[in-house]
C-alpha cells in the first residue's frame, strides 16, 4: 500500500479557490488510480473527483462540477484538487484515496490506502 499525505487546506473566503495537493510514497504511483472524498462535520464522508492511473479519465461528483478539477502529475506521484469558487458548504475535511485498479471508485470501499486529511474552510 501507498502512503498518502495531503496538503493545500486552510481557511478561504467564499469565492476564493484553494489547490490541495496529496503525494504518495512507498509504491509506483502510475499503479494507482486516485480519489478525493471528503466529510463535513456531522455528515458522512462522501466523493468528491477520482482520476486514472495515467490521468485520461475523470469523474465528480454533481457538487463539484464546474469548480472542482482533479488532475495527477505521475512524475511528481502527486494528485491535486484545484478548487474554485469555494461555497462555505464545502467546509470539510478532504482526503485522497489510492486504488489498485485502472479507474477507481465513488465508492469508499473500493480504495486501499487512505490519507490523513485536510481541513477546508469556507467562511460566508
Known amino acids: 500500500q501507498v502512503q498518502l499525505v495531503e496538503s493545500g487546506g486552510g481557511l478561504v473566503q467564499a469565492g476564493g479557490s484553494l489547490r490541495l495537493s496529496c503525494t504518495a510514497s512507498?509504491?509506483?504511483?502510475?499503479?494507482?488510480?486516485m480519489g478525493w472524498f471528503r466529510q463535513a462535520p456531522g455528515k458522512e464522508r462522501e466523493f468528491v473527483a477520482r482520476?486514472?492511473?495515467?490521468?485520461?479519465?475523470?469523474d465528480s461528483a454533481g457538487s463539484a462540477k464546474g469548480r472542482f478539477t482533479i488532475s495527477r502529475d505521475n512524475a511528481k506521484n502527486t494528485v491535486y484538487l484545484q478548487m474554485n469558487s469555494l461555497k462555505p458548504e464545502d467546509t470539510a475535511v478532504y482526503y485522497c484515496?489510492?486504488?489498485?485498479?485502472?479507474?477507481?471508485?465513488?465508492?469508499?470501499?473500493?480504495?486501499?490506502?487512505w490519507g490523513q486529511g485536510t481541513q477546508v474552510t469556507v467562511s460566508s
Open positions: 482520476i486514472s492511473r495515467h490521468g485520461g479519465t475523470t
Open positions: 484515496a489510492a486504488a489498485a485498479s485502472m479507474y477507481g471508485s465513488r465508492r469508499q470501499d473500493h480504495y486501499d490506502s
Open positions: 512507498g509504491g509506483l504511483f502510475s499503479n494507482y488510480a
